[in-house]
């Protein structure tokens, strides 16, 4: 008899946490990275203390909204790259899934206080992928040797770097993937400088300085 009442908070809570998270996105997209938590809980339908109950802080409700935007997505994306039997071709297009769905979430990433360690649990699947893809791409003699999966790491975090001079939606870095692509190929014939060290902060941290650019900084 105590099941179907015990049941119940549960379900309101889980509704709750959905609208919430609805709202942040369209928040952050209509207000900006600034949005007080208070115009989301309006927007949600609900009050300040459902809200803070749920999230207690801003940096919560971004990593959870950021979460439900892109784990599902990425996972996507990263099985279309693992299914396409040219390894170039895989890495091409999760290159250009990656900065589809980046430039998407824009308002969201910008609202993040420190989006690097927000997203470094959604990045490190992206991140080993794109590392096994390169090794795989070398080995079919796709693209050139000399090349470290970091280097495509720190690579996509350039490209995303351009997102953020660009107008939402704006197709244009379609032209730096072209290019990039052209530089990996196998026939480029001037040597590398020897890589730099990683990161201290780990492989993760490789994709994150574009991410870490907030709206403000926008030209």
Not at 45 to 69: C, I, Q
Not at 154 to 180: H, I, N
Request: charged fraction near 20%.
């Amino acid at each position: 008899m105590k099941a179907e009442p015990d049941r119940r908070p549960r379900a309101d809570a889980a509704r709750n946490i959905e609208h919430i998270l609805c709202a942040a996105r369209e928040v952050f997209a209509r207000v900006g990275p600034d949005a007080p938590l208070d115009e989301v809980a309006k927007h949600a339908g609900l009050g300040v203390r459902t809200l803070h109950r749920h999230f207690p802080r801003k940096e919560d409700l971004v990593k959870a909204t950021l979460d439900r935007a892109l784990t599902q997505d990425f996972a996507h994306a990263i099985t279309k790259a693992n299914s396409t039997p040219n390894p170039l071709q895989a890495l091409t297009s999760l290159i250009e899934e990656t900065l589809t769905l980046v430039d998407r979430e824009r308002p969201t990433l910008a609202a993040a206080n420190n989006p690097s360690a927000l997203t470094a649990a959604i990045a490190e699947p992206l991140l080993d992928t794109l590392t096994e893809l390169t090794g795989k791409a070398q080995r079919a003699a796709l693209i050139r040797p000399d090349l470290t999966p970091y280097d495509v790491h720190r690579l996509l975090g350039m490209l995303t770097s351009v997102l953020w001079g660009m107008v939402p939606g704006d197709q244009g870095w379609r032209r730096y993937v072209v290019l990039l692509l052209d530089a990996l190929s196998p026939t480029a014939t001037t040597p590398l400088p020897p890589a730099s060290p990683l990161h201290p902060a780990g492989a993760g941290a490789e994709c994150t300085p574009a991410w870490r650019t907030s709206a403000s900084e926008t030209p």
